[in-house]
Each structure stands twice: as structure tokens, then as C-alpha cells.
């Protein structure tokens, strides 16, 4: 179903969905009614998320949460206690591609192929974010997750994903993202044997789309875009786990199947986005404008104009500006820029930013485009380029923390921190002439 934050409506068996109220006495094919609330019963109707679910039992039936130990998921970002799993950092970082386990290693699903890179805050006081990579090799097997500290933006880079949820089934690939909202339980099989992506979670707020401003009534991420799944239920008595990410920790349970949702309506509920769509608008005449012109989707915060988290797509596009020096320009920010990379080229970059790798660029640490780039720009001829690109960037009024596994070359899987990274603007040289204009 097409439409982003539509109020929709499904049902897998004809007259499931109860008509003219949530709650009949007795629901169609003795089903249960249960709702989920995305946002506080009284959040402003234009911020209002809930959806109702007509399930075959309802999510309250299951035993007692039992803790979980996960080395790889940061429970809290803490950079000052003396055991800390956090440091802080102000250097330019950056990772060669993320590992991903091998088809014929030791199974690793999607919960356990998440590895915390970088966070801040406090999911309980619900604000902050976290940053993971994923990298899998294995089906979640009658096993289903769901985050109650945050919603996840699932950016694809390797490898397609089939997510089963309690709304329904989504199918993935690169190029595409997923957002499933917190609460929301699902599971994940990889389509492509292993694979790899990056996922932002966001402790306040739900996702929306950007103001456009004089940009007028489209462009950019176009609503009917956005796509949500249909009511999907198994039917089976076979007992399932469900892992529970609650104040950082996970916790696991036993239960019956959680899809057995055979009808639901509502505008809570997780969609995905084809980047492929994306409607760049960029500069026709001259200069580089501001990345903001590419945000996909945007996390606000109570400070109007700046994000908690911007989620900005580098598309393929053309570039045609005029006396010119066309790549992202040297820059220090008061937000904290972290990138990845789907496929292609950036072109900030000339080598070492590759697909399945990342940056960060934190609040106030310089970076921009390496010398290669700088040099190469600086002379190009002005002609109409393209630009093949498909990169990202997590954009946030935060300053993070990193994880130890990924500041650390010596743990396992963690053997992608550039430690030259900062070499490649090193070559920048002196070409101030005081005598020539
Ligand atoms: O590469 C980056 O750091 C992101 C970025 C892109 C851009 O087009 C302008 C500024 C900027 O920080
Ligand atoms: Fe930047």
C-alpha cells in the first residue's frame, strides 16, 4: 500500500477488519483486537500514530523476559566511567567495508550480526540515537525482534531482506530503506545469503518528510513512494522466541507466533523507500549548495530547523554548475556527519571511501574533499557531468560516542578503521601567492 503516513487498512481474510469501530464485542473469526500506540493518546492529531491489529491471540500471552548478553550492542554511550565502552573522539574517521560473515561460517542472524558504531544518550529519557552496522548470514528461525527504545532506519547495502512483520511481509534490496518503527516486531531473512547494511536509531520522535519550502508541493522523497505491507498471518502453534530491545538491553521470550495479525488499520506501521526515486533538486547556475537539499527524511527536534537525525541521499545526478568547484566544499559543523556508501562513487572522495564502509565526520572536526579530489576539481573542465553516487549520510545535533569494537583494528571483525584516514588531506598544499591575484 502506497502513501506515506496514510491511514490504511488490510485484512487477509474478507471481512476481518471489523467495520465502524476498533473494539466489537466479538471480532470477525474470533479474533483478537489489540492496539499498538506509536505516539502519547493525546500527541496532536497531525503527529498521532497508532494502528490496530486483529490478531489470533493476543501479545500478551507469553512467559517472562529473560536478559540476554550482547557484547556487540551498546547499553548505554557513556565515555567517563573508567570501564567504559565508549570513547570519544574528535578525529576524521573512517572504516573500510564492514566484514560480513561467511555463507559456510557459524550462522549469524540479524540480531546477532548488529554491531553498535556510535551513539549518544539515554533511550529510557528517549532522547539520543545509535548508529549499527548489520552483517548476517543466516534467517532469524522462528525467532522475532522488536525495539521498544527506538524506531530503526534500515539503510540496505548488501544482500535483499525479506522482513516478515506483524503488518506483513516487505521485501528489500540495496538502494532501498526500511523503517520499522519502535514496538513493532519482525524478522529478517537474508534473500542473497550474507549481507550487510547500516541502520540509525532514533530514541525521540518518528520519521517524517522535510518541509519543502519554495521548492513547492513535490520533490525530493515523494510521499506515494513510500510503501507499507499488506496483512500477512501464519496460522501455527509452534512456540517462538521473541528478543526485546528495551533500555538498551535485549531480552529474550518465549510465545506463539507473533504474525498472526490477520487484519489491521492504522498509520503505525514499518515502510520501505526505493532511494531510486529520490527527486534531486540542485544548483542550475552556480556554487554548491547546502547538502540539506538532500534529505530523505528528518527526525525533528524541539529547536525548529535542526534535526535530531537527518537521513540525506547523495544520488546519481547531474552536475552542471557554472565557474565552479563542483564536490562538497572543506567544511567544520556543528552537527555530526556520519556516511556510507551503497554503491558508486562520492565525489568527495577519490579513493578509500568504498561501498560497505562509513565516515564520521563529528561536530566541529574538518574534513571535505581529499587532495585528489581537490586537485582534480580545482582544474576539471566545466562541462555537464554525472555524478554515479549512492551515498548517505546520517545527519545529527548530537555528538556521539564510538564503540570500542569500532575504534579497535585488533577485535574480531573489526579490522576496518583507516588509521591514515587523516593522510589524505595531508598533501593539501600552501598555494597562497600574496603577488598573484
Ligand atoms: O561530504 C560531506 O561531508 C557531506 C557534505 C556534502 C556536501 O555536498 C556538502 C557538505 C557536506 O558536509
Ligand atoms: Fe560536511
Not at 136 to 143: E, F, I, S, W
Not at 260 to 283: E, M
Not at 359 to 386: I, K, N, Q, V
Request: a negative charge.
Amino acid at each position: 500500500m502506497a502513501g506515506f503516513d496514510n491511514e490504511h487498512q488490510t485484512e487477509a481474510l474478507p471481512g476481518a477488519l471489523p467495520q465502524g469501530q476498533n473494539n466489537p464485542q466479538q471480532c470477525p473469526y474470533g479474533l483478537y483486537a489489540e492496539q499498538l500506540s506509536g505516539t502519547a493518546f493525546t500527541a496532536p492529531r497531525a503527529a498521532n500514530q497508532r494502528t490496530w491489529f486483529y490478531r489470533i491471540r493476543p501479545s500478551v500471552c507469553h512467559q517472562p523476559f529473560v536478559r540476554l548478553d550482547t557484547p556487540r550492542v551498546l547499553r548505554n554511550f557513556d565515555v567517563m566511567h573508567a570501564n567504559a565502552a565508549c570513547e570519544a573522539t574528535p578525529n576524521q574517521l573512517r572504516w573500510s567495508p564492514f566484514e560480513v560473515p561467511a555463507a559456510d561460517a557459524a550462522p549469524v542472524d540479524f540480531v546477532q550480526g548488529l554491531h553498535t558504531v556510535a551513539g549518544t544518550g539515554d533511550p529510557a529519557l528517549r532522547q539520543g540515537l545509535a548508529i549499527y552496522v548489520y552483517a548476517l548470514n543466516a534467517p532469524m528461525r522462528d525467532k522475532a525482534f522488536y525495539n521498544a527504545d527506538a524506531d530503526f532506519l534500515i539503510v540496505l547495502q548488501q544482500g535483499r531482506l525479506r522482513i516478515q512483520t506483524e503488518m506483513g511481509m516487505i521485501q528489500a534490496e540495496p538502494h532501498e530503506i526500511v523503517v520499522i518503527p519502535k514496538g513493532i516486531r519482525y524478522a529478517v531473512t537474508p534473500l542473497d545469503g550474507p549481507s550487510r547494511g547500516y541502520i540509525l536509531e532514533t530514541f525521540s520522535g518518528h520519521w517524517e518528510l522535510p518541509e519543502l519550502g519554495p521548492i513547492g508541493a513535490n520533490g525530493l522523497a515523494h510521499p506515494r513512494d513510500f510503501l507499507y505491507p499488506t496483512a500477512h498471518y501464519v496460522d501455527t502453534e509452534a512456540p517462538w522466541n521473541v528478543v526485546g530491545k528495551f533500555q538498551g538491553q535485549l531480552f529474550t521470550t518465549t510465545q506463539h507466533c507473533p504474525f498472526d495479525v490477520v487484519a489491521w488499520h492504522g498509520n503505525l506501521a514499518p515502510f520501505k523507500y526505493d532511494l531510486r526515486r529520490f527527486q534531486a533538486i540542485n544548483s542550475v547556475s552556480y556554487d554548491h549548495p547546502d547538502p540539506s537539499i538532500f534529505t530523505v527524511l528528518t527526525v525533528r527536534s524541539n529547536t525548529p530547523g535542526t534535526a535530531v537525525a537527518d537521513f540525506v541521499y547523495f544520488p546519481s545526478r547531474w552536475t552542471v554548475a557554472d565557474h565552479t568547484f563542483r564536490p562538497p566544499w572543506f567544511h567544520r559543523n556543528c552537527m555530526t556527519e556520519f556516511m556510507g556508501l551503497i554503491a558508486g562513487q562520492y565525489d568527495a572522495k577519490a579513493e578509500g571511501f568504498l561501498p560497505g564502509g562509513a565516515s564520521l565526520h563529528s561536530c566541529m572536526t574538518a574534513h571535505g574533499p581529499d587532495r585528489a579530489t581537490f586537485e582534480l576539481a580545482s582544474t576539471a573542465p566545466l562541462a555537464p557531468h554525472y555524478v554515479a553516487s549512492a551515498a548517505f549520510m546520517f545527519e545529527t545535533c548530537y555528538t556521539l560516542a564510538l564503540s570500542k569494537w569500532a575504534l579497535d583494528p585488533a577485535l574480531p571483525g573489526g579490522r576496518v578503521l583507516q588509521r591514515q584516514y587523516y593522510q589524505c588531506w595531508s598533501g593539501l598544499e600552501r598555494r597562497f601567492r600574496p603577488d598573484q591575484r
